[in-house]
Nanobody, 123 residues
Framework: QVQLVESGGGLVQAGGSLRLSCAVS????????MGWFRQAPGKEREFVSA????????FYTDSVKGRFTVSRDNAKNSVYLQMNSLKPEDTAAYYC????????????????WGQGTQVTVSS
C-alpha cells in the first residue's frame, strides 16, 4: 500500500518561505510522477506543481512560477516544494499526490494522496 506523508506546513508572514516535504512509502517511488495540489476553504482543489519520474520535467501553475520550486530525491523517496515570497492567497491545505503513467495536471488522475499540510500566510 502506497502511503504519502506531507510535512513542513505552518504559519508564515507574507514574503516568507516554507519548504514542504512529502515522504512516500510502499511503492516504487521512481515510477511515479509527483504532484502538489492545494485547496483553500470553499474552493476546489487546484494544481500547484509537478515533477516527472526522473525529475527532468517540472511544471507550475502560473500564480506560483518564479516563487515555488519542486524537486525530488529518488534515493530518499521524497518530493519537496520550496515556497518563497509567499502571499496570503497561497493560504491553503497542500497535498502531494503520486501518479503512474503519463503526467497530468488533473487531480482526479492521481492515484495516491497524502493527508495534507496546512500553509497559512498572514498579511
Amino acid at each position: 500500500q502506497v502511503q504519502l506523508v506531507e510535512s513542513g506546513g505552518g504559519l508564515v508572514q507574507a514574503g516568507g518561505s516554507l519548504r514542504l516535504s512529502c515522504a512516500v512509502s510502499g511503492g516504487t517511488f521512481s515510477s511515479y510522477n509527483m504532484g502538489w495540489f492545494r485547496q483553500a476553504p470553499g474552493k476546489e482543489r487546484e494544481f500547484v506543481s509537478a515533477i516527472t519520474r526522473s525529475g527532468s520535467g517540472t511544471f507550475y501553475t502560473d500564480s506560483v512560477k518564479g516563487r515555488f520550486t519542486v524537486s525530488r530525491d529518488n534515493a530518499k523517496n521524497s518530493v519537496y516544494l520550496q515556497m518563497n515570497s509567499l502571499k496570503p492567497e497561497d493560504t491553503a491545505a497542500y497535498y502531494c499526490a503520486a501518479k503512474s503513467g503519463l503526467f497530468t495536471r488533473t487531480a482526479i488522475a492521481y492515484e495516491y494522496w497524502g493527508q495534507g499540510t496546512q500553509v497559512t500566510v498572514s498579511s
